[in-house]
Protein backbone atom coordinates (compact mmCIF):
# COMPACT_ATOMS: atom_id res chain seq x y z
CA UNK A 1 0.00 0.00 0.00
CA UNK A 2 1.05 3.30 -0.95
CA UNK A 3 2.72 5.22 2.14
CA UNK A 4 0.56 8.36 2.30
CA UNK A 5 -2.72 6.07 1.79
CA UNK A 6 -1.38 3.83 4.55
CA UNK A 7 -0.93 7.05 6.67
CA UNK A 8 -4.50 8.21 5.94
CA UNK A 9 -5.91 5.33 7.69
CA UNK A 10 -4.85 6.33 10.95
CA UNK A 11 -6.68 9.85 10.49
CA UNK A 12 -9.65 11.28 11.60
CA UNK A 13 -12.44 12.55 9.52
CA UNK A 14 -11.78 16.23 9.91
CA UNK A 15 -7.94 15.45 9.39
CA UNK A 16 -8.84 13.95 6.32
CA UNK A 17 -11.78 16.92 5.15
CA UNK A 18 -8.47 19.22 5.94
CA UNK A 19 -6.05 17.21 3.49
CA UNK A 20 -9.02 17.39 0.86
CA UNK A 21 -9.54 21.05 1.35
CA UNK A 22 -5.84 21.88 0.79
CA UNK A 23 -5.69 19.93 -2.69
CA UNK A 24 -6.40 21.08 -6.16
CA UNK A 25 -8.48 18.44 -8.32
CA UNK A 26 -5.05 17.54 -10.05
CA UNK A 27 -5.32 15.56 -13.90
CA UNK A 28 -8.63 13.03 -14.42
CA UNK A 29 -6.86 9.72 -13.59
CA UNK A 30 -6.61 7.26 -16.25
CA UNK A 31 -6.61 3.47 -16.63
CA UNK A 32 -6.48 1.22 -13.49
CA UNK A 33 -6.05 2.50 -10.20
CA UNK A 34 -6.10 0.54 -6.68
CA UNK A 35 -8.88 1.93 -4.64
CA UNK A 36 -8.84 1.79 -0.43
CA UNK A 37 -11.52 2.46 1.64
CA UNK A 38 -11.00 4.35 5.07
CA UNK A 39 -13.10 4.12 7.60
CA UNK A 40 -11.62 7.65 9.04
CA UNK A 41 -11.72 7.52 12.73
CA UNK A 42 -11.95 4.21 13.44
CA UNK A 43 -9.49 2.55 15.62
CA UNK A 44 -10.40 -0.73 12.67
CA UNK A 45 -9.58 1.24 9.97
CA UNK A 46 -7.03 -0.80 8.50
CA UNK A 47 -8.83 -4.00 8.81
CA UNK A 48 -11.99 -2.06 7.32
CA UNK A 49 -9.30 -1.52 4.58
CA UNK A 50 -8.25 -4.84 4.10
CA UNK A 51 -11.08 -6.69 4.28
CA UNK A 52 -13.22 -4.46 1.70
CA UNK A 53 -9.78 -4.99 -0.54
CA UNK A 54 -10.24 -9.03 -0.37
CA UNK A 55 -14.15 -8.89 -0.90
CA UNK A 56 -15.50 -6.22 -2.18
CA UNK A 57 -14.25 -3.06 -4.06
CA UNK A 58 -10.32 -2.88 -5.29
CA UNK A 59 -10.75 0.11 -7.47
CA UNK A 60 -11.88 1.95 -10.55
CA UNK A 61 -10.60 1.79 -14.01
CA UNK A 62 -10.96 5.19 -15.66
CA UNK A 63 -11.58 5.28 -19.78
CA UNK A 64 -13.72 6.37 -22.49
CA UNK A 65 -12.56 9.47 -22.10
CA UNK A 66 -13.91 12.35 -24.34
CA UNK A 67 -10.96 13.97 -26.85
CA UNK A 68 -10.86 17.19 -24.41
CA UNK A 69 -10.14 15.10 -21.54
CA UNK A 70 -12.69 17.18 -19.37
CA UNK A 71 -15.34 14.11 -18.90
CA UNK A 72 -15.39 10.16 -19.08
CA UNK A 73 -16.59 7.02 -17.96
CA UNK A 74 -15.19 4.51 -15.45
CA UNK A 75 -16.27 1.54 -13.83
CA UNK A 76 -15.72 -0.11 -10.89
CA UNK A 77 -13.83 -3.44 -9.70
CA UNK A 78 -16.14 -5.18 -7.47
CA UNK A 79 -15.92 -8.71 -5.77
CA UNK A 80 -12.99 -11.10 -5.02
CA UNK A 81 -12.52 -11.05 -8.60
CA UNK A 82 -12.24 -7.60 -9.49
CA UNK A 83 -15.10 -8.00 -11.37
CA UNK A 84 -15.72 -4.44 -13.67
CA UNK A 85 -18.82 -2.81 -12.67
CA UNK A 86 -21.11 -0.12 -11.47
CA UNK A 87 -20.23 2.87 -14.51
CA UNK A 88 -20.24 6.51 -13.43
CA UNK A 89 -20.14 9.67 -15.60
CA UNK A 90 -16.71 11.48 -14.58
CA UNK A 91 -16.36 15.17 -15.14
CA UNK A 92 -15.14 18.52 -13.11
CA UNK A 93 -17.74 20.28 -10.95
CA UNK A 94 -17.75 21.95 -7.32
CA UNK A 95 -17.39 20.04 -4.58
CA UNK A 96 -20.24 19.49 -2.04
CA UNK A 97 -17.64 19.63 1.20
CA UNK A 98 -15.81 23.18 0.12
CA UNK A 99 -17.54 24.12 -3.45
CA UNK A 100 -14.21 24.39 -4.52
CA UNK A 101 -13.28 22.48 -7.85
CA UNK A 102 -12.82 18.63 -7.96
CA UNK A 103 -13.53 15.27 -10.26
CA UNK A 104 -16.87 13.82 -9.75
CA UNK A 105 -17.31 10.80 -10.19
CA UNK A 106 -21.40 10.59 -10.23
CA UNK A 107 -23.39 7.16 -10.83
CA UNK A 108 -27.03 9.21 -11.09
CA UNK A 109 -27.67 8.50 -14.32
CA UNK A 110 -25.38 5.60 -15.10
CA UNK A 111 -26.42 3.23 -12.47
CA UNK A 112 -29.62 1.89 -11.48
CA UNK A 113 -27.90 0.50 -7.94
CA UNK A 114 -25.73 3.27 -7.13
CA UNK A 115 -27.46 6.32 -8.65
CA UNK A 116 -27.68 7.93 -5.25
CA UNK A 117 -24.03 7.95 -4.59
CA UNK A 118 -21.67 10.83 -5.82
CA UNK A 119 -17.63 10.24 -5.32
CA UNK A 120 -15.49 13.45 -5.18
CA UNK A 121 -11.46 12.99 -5.49
CA UNK A 122 -8.77 15.37 -5.72
CA UNK A 123 -4.95 14.29 -6.47
CA UNK A 124 -3.26 14.89 -3.32
CA UNK A 125 0.32 13.94 -5.01
CA UNK A 126 1.11 12.32 -8.36
CA UNK A 127 -1.10 9.52 -8.74
CA UNK A 128 -2.75 9.65 -5.18
CA UNK A 129 -6.34 10.92 -4.82
CA UNK A 130 -8.35 11.45 -2.10
CA UNK A 131 -11.81 10.85 -1.75
CA UNK A 132 -15.42 11.64 -0.33
CA UNK A 133 -18.56 9.50 -1.23
CA UNK A 134 -21.82 10.75 -0.81
CA UNK A 135 -24.82 8.75 -0.18
CA UNK A 136 -27.50 11.64 -1.21
CA UNK A 137 -26.52 14.49 0.70
CA UNK A 138 -25.14 12.92 3.33
CA UNK A 139 -20.95 12.14 3.41
CA UNK A 140 -20.49 8.38 4.47
CA UNK A 141 -16.99 7.43 3.80
CA UNK A 142 -13.73 8.27 2.62
CA UNK A 143 -11.43 6.77 0.17
CA UNK A 144 -8.29 6.59 -1.89
CA UNK A 145 -7.10 6.18 -5.32
CA UNK A 146 -3.54 5.08 -6.34
CA UNK A 147 -2.41 4.61 -10.34
CA UNK A 148 -2.05 1.13 -10.71
CA UNK A 149 2.14 0.55 -11.77
CA UNK A 150 1.63 -2.90 -12.70
CA UNK A 151 -0.65 -1.54 -15.50
Same mark, same amino acid.
Given at each position: ? #???? @? %?? *??? $? ?9 ? /? ?12 ? +?? *? +?? %? $?? /?????? *? ?7 ? !? ?6 ? #? ?6 ? #? !????? $?????? +? !?????? %????? #? ?6 ? $????? *????? =???? =? ?20 ? /???? @????
Amino acid at each position: M #NETV @N %SW *LSK $SKDELDDIYRN /ATPGEIPTGDTCGT +AI *L +AG %S $SF /AKLVAL *LARWLAWQG !KVFDLFCP #NGQAGILV #N !KITPF $SLKFIV +A !KVYRDK %SWLDG #NDTIVIDY $SRTSF *LARTI =RDEI =REIEPGVYLGKVWLGKKRVLDF /ALTR @NTTQ
